[in-house]
């Protein structure tokens, strides 16, 4: 299987199945004398952590991360970067495989069972792989270390909409993404969205999520026309997360709904001297090129596949069956990908820093 790399100057390739003993990331092209820790990346993966509320699956997995390579010990204790590739490895220490044993010929609808077999004429029914969420850890130990490549910027995630309930901007307050289970900004919301749950949880079925990402800091200049555009390596790196079906940056889709006075983002000049946009419909990139304005991007997740609700499908054989999946899964697997976007998203602004370095000086 190829295509388990992404990057040009920052490189991360993941490695690894949701079933196997371990899973980890190569990090090819992180610049020297950085400072960086296990604890420091630790912090990041316990966000995305399963097993942490009734609202995730219980599979219960520490995400110990161990760094293997890249980094050397100084003196006073830090470990620093040696601009040699970063080994990261995360152990699987729970896994119940005996649980996938009913489906191990029958495809899940709504999975990638079938293109999987189709492509590949072998899967791994035990979790589904690579194709399982499982492997987005290592994706947020690598995003971990991107944070830490361009200086003052500050990534941060929420989620903003499960199923049909959307929070009310109006009351959007950073300081409660932490305070209940969702990464939710507002603290009414994330009072509905528990007792909605609930119920999604308690009939064994599933439902998704839309979750926004911003960016702020980002230096103005990151980013190529036409062809390495910031906007495209961010939507092509959220798009790559598990489950993931739609991704917009800015207004996105309701740009449609707009006029062109009401979409410009209008400019002036600031009292630093500066300029200084009066709006940000663009989302902080412009022709594919960072404005220095926060950049703003949202994907949607689509309801976990796996369920217990007996769904129509084929054999491998083709035989027509029924399917329920046993097993511990997410309700709303968007929950999650809340760190995991603010990796992706750490990793495309980190991988455009560095370019844009190269190129400019």
């Known amino acids: 299987m190829s295509h388990n790399t992404f990057g040009h100057l920052f490189r991360v390739t993941t490695w690894g199945e949701s079933h196997g003993p371990a899973l980890g990331a190569i990090i090819d092209g992180c610049p020297p004398r950085i400072a960086v820790s296990e604890a420091e990346i630790q912090g990041w993966l316990d966000k995305r952590r399963p097993g942490q509320s009734r609202f995730t699956t219980q599979r219960r997995e520490p995400d110990e991360v161990r760094i293997l390579s890249g980094v050397l010990l100084q003196d006073d204790g830090t470990l620093l970067t040696t601009g040699t590739p970063i080994a990261l490895e995360i152990q699987n220490v729970d896994q119940r495989s005996k649980d996938y044993g009913d489906i191990k010929d029958r495809y899940r609808p709504g999975h990638a069972d079938f293109t999987y077999d189709t492509k590949y004429g072998i899967r791994d029914y035990r979790g589904g792989g690579r194709s399982s969420a499982r492997e ?55 009072t509905l969205w528990e007792e909605y749950l609930d119920g999604i949880r308690k009939a064994g079925s599933s439902v998704g999520a839309v979750i926004e990402i911003v960016a702020e800091g980002v230096p103005a200049g990151l980013g190529a026309p036409i062809y390495a555009k910031l906007d495209q390596d961010i939507a092509a790196l959220l798009m790559s997360i598990n489950a993931v079906k739609g991704v917009e940056i800015g207004e996105g889709f309701a740009a449609a709904a707009l ?6 983002d209008e400019m002036r000049i600031g009292n630093d001297g500066e300029p200084l946009f009066l709006s940000n419909h663009a989302g902080g990139i412009l022709g594919g090129i960072s404005t220095g ?50 990796a992706m ?15 400019n000086g």
């Open 293 to 342: 304005q926060p950049i703003i991007a949202r994907f949607a997740v689509k309801p976990t596949s796996s369920i217990l609700t007996t769904r129509r499908s084929i054999t491998a054989a083709g035989d027509e069956v029924d399917v329920m999946t046993k097993g511990r899964h997410d309700p709303c697997v968007g929950i999650r990908a809340v760190p995991i976007g603010e």
């Open 259 to 264: 006029t062109g006075e009401e979409n410009a």
């Open 136 to 190: 987005t850890a290592a994706r947020v130990a690598a995003g971990a270390i991107a944070r830490k490549v361009v200086p003052g910027v500050s990534i941060r995630g929420a989620l903003v909409q499960i199923g049909p309930h959307a929070i009310d901007r109006s009351r959007w307050n950073w300081n409660e993404v932490d305070n209940n289970p969702f990464f939710c900004p507002d603290p009414v919301t994330a």
């Open 345 to 359: 998203v750490a990793c495309a602004v980190a991988d455009h820093f560095l370019r844009h370095r190269g190129q």
